[in-house]
């Protein structure tokens, strides 16, 4: 006996095969079964209603059939192939399925007194081996009784699979395969002049996806596309920002060590000066020296007492490094790449021409750098790293999201509203500092600003939900929302 098949799709001829006759028929089946006779307000002229037993002899189905019952048995294969790849879930996990039978037949097992003997329990075995059995078109003998069974059988057995298959379903199976787009294809024989190659597409999971769910196809394409966009924007994004925190910590780095060195030297002043002050109070008065520091430094070395020549020694090596500090931060403010830092906020000239025509800096240039890098501190770091937060996220998502076949359409709008809160999230994290206090940090030398308003910022576009729901929360407390006005007398 050749195994059951079900009719998933054809245009319908007016014979039982329509749901209006198929309903019919299976009134008039019951009718027959019970006894009982025509209601008085039929037309006792009309023609009989159909059997439900006849063979149908056209393989033409119902629309509602083609739309349907074929898209569900492809649905059913891919929820089929999907748990039996699942060590967490087995294929035999949907249990025994009781089979229709029919009032009138015992063709399945059953009695013809369907009340007083149960419908036929099929295991899990002969459950997968008749809908594997299933083929569209079906078999021309099949009974319109026979392809109703099939495609109550087909729609438990989908039923049962998508519980299983949870948190996964047939949707978003046949959505991940279509998203990935699994290819295999090969060349049929060489061209010729005549006959050019022809390229062959064989089977795949994603083919099968496609049948169940011609729908999705364009959402899927496009969805792709968009991910494979999303990635490449954020390895570039990812890129400017690692070289932009680079050359902006450097730079702090550059300003901090000036400020620690101008410290330095001007304590080391301070000592030499109260020094000298001390030494010329237990002389007489024509003997004092008033030199100022560089001069006793330098050209006046060898008349300075050892103390004197001791703090001399620490005043040249923090004066060296003073006027260093200065001159690497003027380099860096002027020599690519670092240079480009000033276009979107212009700045003097921190090189000027001496006497002799060499470039020199000056320290007063060494405050509007930091104020620059002050900027990209507070602003616009923050907005980078949110955004790559935000990839990093979305990309970590649907990478999940695929792992468990869980991918659906909704996501690639999901996707579109997450990157631009995203966003939102980095640049709101500037709000919450000023260029001022960063300068401050930046000459206290830590340089620790730069790096938390970047990683909060990465933090808020990571996860940009718990941001939004922290400034929720912060507006209930800030402008007491949900406390009641206390009433007056």
Same mark, same amino acid.
Not at 148 to 171: E, F, Q, R, Y
Not at 226 to 245: D, K
């Given at each position: 006996?050749?195994?059951?098949?079900?009719d998933?799709?054809?245009?319908?001829?007016? *014979?039982?095969?329509?749901? !209006?006759?198929?309903?019919t028929?299976?009134?008039?089946?019951?009718? %027959?079964?019970?006894?009982?006779?025509?209601?008085?307000g039929?037309?006792?002229?009309?023609?009989?209603?159909?059997?439900?037993?006849?063979?149908?002899?056209?393989?033409?189905?119902?629309?509602?059939?083609?739309?349907?019952?074929?898209?569900?048995?492809?649905?059913?294969?891919?929820?089929?192939?999907?748990?039996?790849?699942?060590?967490d879930?087995?294929?035999?996990?949907?249990?025994?399925?009781?089979?229709p039978?029919?009032? *009138?037949? %015992?063709?399945?097992?059953?009695?013809?007194?369907?009340?007083?003997?149960?419908?036929?329990?099929?295991?899990?075995?002969e459950?997968?081996?008749?809908?594997c059995?299933?083929?569209?078109?079906?078999?021309?003998?099949?009974?319109?009784?026979?392809?109703?069974?099939?495609?109550?059988?087909?729609?438990?057995?989908?039923?049962?699979?998508?519980?299983?298959?949870?948190?996964?379903?047939?949707?978003?199976?046949?959505?991940?395969?279509?998203?990935?787009?699994?290819?295999?294809? %090969?060349?049929?024989?060489?061209?010729?002049?005549?006959q050019?190659?022809?390229?062959?597409?064989?089977?795949?999971?994603?083919?099968?996806?496609?049948?169940?769910?011609?729908?999705?196809?364009?959402?899927?394409?496009?969805?792709?596309?968009?991910?494979?966009?999303?990635?490449?924007?954020g390895?570039?994004?990812?890129?400017?920002?690692?070289? #932009?925190?680079?050359?902006?910590?450097?730079? !702090?780095?550059?300003? %901090?060590?000036f400020?620690?060195?101008?410290?330095?030297?001007? *304590?080391?002043?301070s000592?030499?000066?109260?020094?000298?002050?001390?030494e010329?109070?237990?002389?007489?008065?024509?003997?004092?020296?008033?030199?100022?520091?560089?001069?006793?430094?330098?050209?006046?070395?060898?008349?300075?007492?050892?103390?004197?020549?001791? #703090?001399?020694?620490?005043?040249?090596?923090?004066?060296?490094?003073?006027?260093?500090?200065?001159?690497?931060?003027?380099?860096?403010?002027?020599?690519?790449p670092?240079?480009?830092?000033?276009?979107?906020?212009p700045?003097?000239a921190? #090189?000027?021409?001496?006497?002799?025509?060499?470039?020199?800096?000056?320290?007063?240039?060494?405050?509007?750098?930091?104020?620059?890098?002050?900027?990209?501190?507070?602003?616009?770091?923050?907005?980078?790293?949110?955004?790559?937060?935000?990839?990093a996220?979305?990309?970590?998502?649907?990478?999940?999201?695929?792992?468990?076949?869980?991918?659906?359409?909704?996501?690639?709008?999901?996707?579109?509203?997450?990157?631009?809160?995203?966003?939102?999230?980095?640049?709101?994290?500037?709000?919450?500092?000023?260029?001022?206090?960063?300068?401050?940090?930046?000459?206290?030398?830590?340089?620790?600003?730069?790096?938390?308003?970047?990683?909060?910022?990465?933090?808020?576009?990571?996860?940009?939900?718990?941001?939004?729901?922290?400034?929720?929360?912060?507006?209930?407390?800030?402008?007491?929302?949900?406390?009641?006005?206390t009433?007056?007398?």
């Amino acid at each position: 006996m050749s195994s059951p098949t079900l009719d998933l799709g054809q245009t319908p001829s007016p *014979d039982p095969a329509s749901p !209006v006759g198929g309903a019919t028929a299976a009134a008039t089946a019951a009718a %027959s079964a019970t006894g009982a006779t025509p209601a008085s307000g039929e037309s006792p002229g009309s023609s009989p209603p159909p059997d439900p037993d006849r063979t149908v002899s056209s393989q033409v189905g119902s629309p509602a059939e083609q739309l349907i019952l074929q898209r569900d048995l492809n649905e059913a294969l891919l929820l089929m192939d999907f748990i039996s790849g699942r060590p967490d879930v087995h294929i035999w996990d949907i249990g025994d399925i009781k089979y229709p039978v029919r009032a *009138d037949k %015992s063709a399945h097992g059953g009695s013809t007194d369907s009340g007083a003997n149960p419908a036929p329990t099929l295991p899990p075995i002969e459950v997968i081996r008749r809908i594997c059995a299933l083929r569209y078109p079906p078999q021309e003998n099949l009974s319109l009784s026979e392809r109703a069974d099939n495609s109550a059988l087909l729609l438990c057995v989908k039923d049962k699979l998508n519980s299983i298959a949870h948190p996964a379903n047939g949707l978003t199976i046949a959505y991940t395969y279509m998203f990935l787009e699994e290819t295999a294809q %090969s060349t049929g024989d060489e061209s010729t002049e005549q006959q050019p190659a022809v390229i062959i597409e064989k089977g795949t999971r994603a083919t099968v996806a496609k049948a169940a769910y011609p729908g999705l196809i364009p959402s899927a394409k496009r969805f792709r596309c968009f991910h494979r966009s999303v990635a490449r924007v954020g390895a570039a994004i990812t890129t400017l920002s690692a070289i #932009l925190l680079w050359m902006v910590v450097y730079g !702090v780095q550059l300003t %901090s060590r000036f400020e620690e060195d101008q410290k330095s030297a001007t *304590d080391v002043t301070s000592q030499i000066y109260a020094l000298v002050d001390k030494e010329n109070a237990a002389i007489a008065a024509e003997r004092q020296s008033h030199d100022s520091v560089p001069t006793r430094c330098r050209a006046g070395i060898d008349a300075q007492s050892n103390q004197v020549r001791l #703090l001399c020694n620490q005043w040249s090596y923090y004066q060296a490094r003073y006027e260093k500090s200065i001159n690497d931060v003027a380099t860096f403010a002027n020599k690519w790449p670092s240079d480009w830092l000033t276009v979107p906020f212009p700045t003097s000239a921190t #090189l000027e021409k001496n006497k002799a025509g060499d470039s020199i800096a000056t320290q007063e240039d060494v405050q509007s750098i930091t104020l620059v890098l002050s900027a990209y501190a507070s602003y616009v770091l923050p907005v980078l790293f949110g955004l790559v937060g935000t990839i990093a996220s979305f990309l970590r998502d649907i990478s999940n999201r695929i792992t468990g076949s869980i991918l659906s359409p909704r996501d690639e709008t999901l996707a579109i509203i997450r990157i631009i809160l995203g966003a939102i999230a980095g640049l709101a994290v500037g709000l919450f500092f000023t260029p001022s206090s960063v300068a401050a940090q930046i000459s206290s030398g830590a340089g620790v600003l730069t790096l938390s308003a970047s990683g909060i910022a990465f933090l808020a576009g990571y996860g940009a939900d718990g941001f939004f729901r922290m400034i929720d929360a912060m507006i209930t407390r800030v402008f007491s929302i949900d406390q009641k006005p206390t009433p007056t007398r």
